[in-house]
């Protein structure tokens, strides 16, 4: 298979001249390509795009998952922590009654 002459970012674009109103038969021909391969950058474009969204949202609701596990933690370490307290000072109350 045969390198490409374009860049990543020569790729993006081109693709865009197509959003700003160029017809694809002008741009192809400006830029000396098919319009099959226009066509095959824009798809590649567009799965690439799917894929990134796809990762942040997946990134998105692990977060949540992480800061509620987080919260129930610290929650029971705080219960924990003022339980020892107590009984700290009932051992002392207790070692004072002696």
Known sequence: ????NFSESQ???ILAKADGGQS???ICRSHQISPAT??????????EQDEAKRKVA???????RLKKMYAELSLDHQIL???YEMLKKWQA???RKK
């Open 1 to 4: 298979m045969r390198k490409s």
């Open 11 to 13: 790729r993006i674009a």
């Open 24 to 26: 694809v038969e002008e």
């Open 38 to 47: 226009f066509y095959k950058w824009k798809k590649e474009l567009a799965v």
């Open 58 to 64: 997946e990134l998105e609701r692990e977060n949540n």
């Open 81 to 83: 922590q003022d339980g």
């Open 93 to 95: 109350q207790d070692a």
